[in-house]
């Protein structure tokens, strides 16, 4: 079935399935659009001062603020196209190479974490040498990545076959080694940092199962619904709904984690003064 429908005068008229994408776009991407406004705000009400001139922090605010802009793109395109159906703004591919790099700060994110697990002093040099060089290679080899699938894409956009550029985001080995190389570099840090935390108190082990969840679990299983789509030839579309809702999420799963982390951090030395100060009492 044609995707538009020729009307007696010649003009071509657009129909339900060159819009119901856009529709469903403009739902999720303005669903979390909403969800990160209560999210900032929490991530600003639940912090001190001192804790916003940290590297987590930052890396955080930079994660939300992408994750802003990206959805603005996409409720932007999907409005212009709900409006303007037969001349759609082709910016899926901009907003795929936003996800992208924005999936490498949230990765960055947790190594900083990663680091504030296994910090140098305690671990000495050669441990933490040995603990950070996968993660910190796999994340320059993302970049170089990244940087050549720039290069092959912006080439492409701007020459004589531009409209082939799906079929080279698709069909080029940048993608998948992108995809890949962030599976096991989220994997790599999540189960070091949980592994560290989960080697102290029991009493973590609601926060740690949440952490996983969030840090681990949910972009894995995203990631190879990612690679499953791409090679059974689902199509930019679903690709696009993908990667977005596993950004968002991993988004979402990240900022979610530092709260958690400081709320217990927090608690315990709010414990911890407390117990100073019974002991005071009781020597007196």
């Known amino acids: 079935m044609s995707d538009n429908v020729t009307s007696s005068a010649g003009l071509v008229l657009p129909t339900n399935a060159m819009i119901l994408p856009s529709v469903n776009s403009l739902m999720v991407s303005h669903t979390f659009l909403s969800l990160l406004i209560p999210l900032t705000t929490w991530l600003f009400y639940l912090s001190t001062p001192e804790n916003r001139r940290r590297p987590v922090f930052l890396l955080n605010l930079g994660a939300i603020v992408f994750a802003f802009v990206i959805c603005i793109l996409v409720d ?32 960055l994110t947790l190594l900083v974490r990663l680091i504030s697990v296994y910090p140098p002093q305690q671990v000495g040099p050669i441990r933490f040498a040995l603990l950070t060089s996968i993660p910190v290679l796999l994340k320059l080899a993302r970049t170089v ?102 950004m968002m999420l991993s988004t979402f799963g990240v900022v979610l984690a530092t709260i958690w982390a400081s709320s217990i951090t927090r608690q315990e030395g709010q414990t911890g003064v407390g117990r ?9």
């Open 76 to 107: 932007a395109s999907a409005i212009h196209t709900i409006l303007h159906p037969l001349r759609p703004w082709h910016l899926h591919l901009v907003i795929q190479f936003i996800a992208v790099w924005q999936s490498i700060l949230v990765d």
């Open 276 to 284: 100073a100060g019974v002991m005071g009492q009781h020597s007196r």
């Open 145 to 246: 990545n990244l940087l050549l699938f720039t290069k092959v894409m912006v080439d492409t956009l701007y020459g004589p076959n531009a409209a082939m550029a799906d079929v080279v985001f698709i069909s080029k080995p940048y993608i998948k080694i992108e995809w890949g190389t962030q599976m096991m570099d989220n994997t790599y840090v999540s189960l070091a940092s949980l592994w560290k935390i989960g080697a102290t108190i029991a009493q973590r082990m609601r926060t740690i199962f949440r952490i996983a969840l969030t840090n681990f679990v949910i972009p894995t299983v995203f990631s190879i619904a990612q690679f499953v789509s791409l090679y059974h030839g689902a199509g930019m579309t679903v690709l696009n709904q993908l990667v977005f809702i596993n």
